[in-house]
C-alpha cells in the first residue's frame, strides 16, 4: 500500500515525473487544445473590446466589430457604469446585512459543544451490546465479523 508523503520530502514515492498518467487518444487531446485556444481568443477579444472602449481607442478589427454590434465606446462605458454601480450597490448592502446580523445576533451564546457520550447513553440506546462497547473504548484496532449495531426495526 502506498502512502502520502511528508510534506518535507520533495521526492515523489513512485519515482515518476507524474502522479497520474493517462492513455488520451490523439483526437481528444487535439479536441481539447482547439477548445482551450478558441476560449483564449475569445477572451482577449473580449478583453480588447471592453479595453479600448475604457481607454477610448478605435483601432482595425475592434471598430468592425463595435459597428457590426451597432454600439458606440460610451455605449459600452455605460455598461461598465452600471455594473460597477451595481456591484457597489451589492456589496453596500450586504454590508449592512451583516452589520445588523453581527449587532442583532453577535451576543448570542447559543452554540455550544456538545457534550461527551458517556456508557449510560450508548446502553439506553440498546443498540449495540455492552461487551462491544467495551471492546471499541478499550482496543486500537478492531475487526469485526459482522456489524455488532442491531437493526432499528428489531
Request: charged residues 30%.
Amino acid at each position: 500500500m502506498e502512502f502520502t508523503r511528508p510534506r518535507h520530502e520533495t521526492e515523489q514515492p513512485i519515482g515518476q515525473d507524474v502522479l497520474v498518467e493517462t492513455k488520451r487518444s490523439f483526437v481528444r487531446s487535439f479536441i481539447e487544445i482547439t477548445l482551450t485556444l478558441i476560449f483564449w481568443a475569445y477572451t482577449l477579444v473580449v478583453t480588447w473590446f471592453f479595453g479600448s472602449a475604457l481607454f477610448n481607442q478605435d483601432g482595425g478589427l475592434i471598430a468592425s466589430l463595435k459597428a457590426m454590434l451597432n454600439v458606440t465606446n460610451r455605449d459600452i462605458r455605460e455598461l461598465l457604469g452600471f455594473g460597477a454601480l451595481a456591484l457597489l450597490i451589492s456589496a453596500c448592502a450586504l454590508y449592512v446585512w451583516r452589520t445588523y446580523n453581527k449587532k442583532r445576533f453577535g451576543p448570542l451564546a447559543r452554540r455550544k459543544a456538545p457534550t461527551d457520550t458517556t456508557r449510560e447513553d450508548w446502553l439506553k440506546l440498546e443498540l449495540i451490546e455492552p461487551d462491544e462497547i467495551d471492546r471499541l473504548q478499550r482496543d486500537k484496532v478492531i475487526v469485526f465479523e459482522k456489524n455488532p449495531v442491531k437493526e432499528l426495526d428489531q
